[in-house]
């Protein structure tokens, strides 16, 4: 039995929907924020050193980071779905936007978030962090624009991926000039089971 140790309004709620989207037996932990600091509790300690979310634990195996997690999931459960082949091209852009969500989009959504709290503090900063965000989502709209999916007509594990970086872009205003990013989020939030996941998830605030 896959075991998900799942935090609230985190990174986790993905993996949650890819077991949906497989079909896939599961166990969830669930691990709450601290509403005033908003940090994992220490108890994510005990299975991820790291005290982060998500990790999964498949038998003797123990999985941390999204897009490992994601990868094995589909490798060793998926029996070839959810992935185009892998002797294709198609499958190395698969990879590349395995790798693209917290290797380069998620950094100034991230920085947006944090030095926003700054205040005048944090001004100088906004005009280069403006210039990333927009830079990324007009490569991730641009994509959109040219099929319903991230690599084709179907989903993939790069959608499920990438979802978190539509869903925070969205909740810091940011899709206003990526329609075809505002699109995707809305095709994808509608899927049976990434609804089946916010019902098993509990409580995320970036499905709204």
Do not use: C
């Not at 985190?10 to 924020?33: A, F, T």
């Not at 000039?177 to 509990?202: C, D, H, I, M, T």
Request: proline residues 7%; without cysteine; negative net charge.
């Amino acid at each position: 039995m896959i075991i998900v140790h799942h935090l609230n309004n985190s990174r986790s709620q993905r993996i949650l929907w890819l077991l949906e989207e497989l079909g896939l037996p599961y166990e969830l932990k669930r691990y709450q924020r601290d509403p005033k600091t908003n940090l994992a509790p220490p108890e994510l300690k005990a299975i991820n050193a790291l005290g982060k979310s998500p990790v999964i634990q498949d038998g003797p195996h123990v999985v941390i980071e999204s897009g490992a997690i994601i990868d094995y999931l589909i490798r060793r459960h998926g029996h070839g779905r959810l992935q185009p082949d892998p002797a294709t091209a198609t499958y190395d852009e698969y990879v590349q936007w395995l790798h693209f969500a917290e290797g380069s989009a998620m950094l100034p959504l991230m920085l947006n978030l944090y030095v926003g709290r700054l205040g005048d503090a944090g001004a100088p900063l906004h005009p280069r962090i403006e210039s990333e965000v927009a830079n990324y989502l007009g490569y991730l709209d641009n994509a959109l624009g040219l099929t319903p999916y991230l690599v084709g007509d179907e989903l993939t594990g790069a959608d499920i991926q990438m979802s978190f970086i539509g869903e925070i872009a969205r909740a810091q205003g940011k899709l206003q000039a990526s329609p075809n990013v505002a699109a995707w989020v809305q095709r994808f939030q509608a899927r049976p089971a990434y609804q089946k996941a916010l019902e098993q998830g509990g409580e995320y605030a970036f499905a709204k």
